[in-house]
């Protein structure tokens, strides 16, 4: 079974910063990106930035040059930086590990962790 968990959200005003942590455990043999979901009140789940194994960072429009996404293959962890912030940043965050290999024999699969809440005040 692969667990992930997500640890570092809460809450803060606009314009200060938090940090979000994710790490994977179980039996692994590789992951293929690792990223993060929100979901705010009443909306979607949208993605906010992803990274690829060979360290290629993605991000959604509105968070480009506020958020910085990194990730540990060793350790098997993704972080996310998140500067300036919103109100609209305001949500639950997801992890989610992507093209996740357990065996040579089993299809990649994904996972995600339970969410973790931010709260972004004005």
């Known amino acids: 079974q692969v667990q992930l968990v997500e640890s570092g959200g809460g809450s803060v005003q606009a314009g200060g910063s938090l940090r979000l942590y994710c790490v994977a455990s179980?039996?692994?043999?590789?992951?293929?990106?690792m990223g993060w979901y929100r979901q705010a009140p009443g909306k979607q789940r949208e993605l906010v930035a992803f990274?690829?194994?060979?360290?290629?960072?993605n991000y959604i429009d509105p968070v480009k040059g506020r958020f910085t996404i990194s990730r540990d293959n060793a350790k098997r962890t993704v972080s996310l930086e998140m500067n300036s912030l919103k109100s609209e940043d305001t949500g639950v965050y997801y992890c989610?590990?992507?093209?996740?290999?357990?065996?040579?024999?089993?299809?990649?699969?994904?996972?995600w962790g339970q969410g973790i809440q931010v709260t972004v005040s004005s």
């Open positions: 990274i690829t194994s060979d360290g290629s960072a």
């Open positions: 989610n590990a992507g093209g996740v290999r357990r065996s040579v024999w089993v299809p990649p699969d994904d996972y």
């Open positions: 179980g039996s692994i043999l590789s992951i293929n990106t």
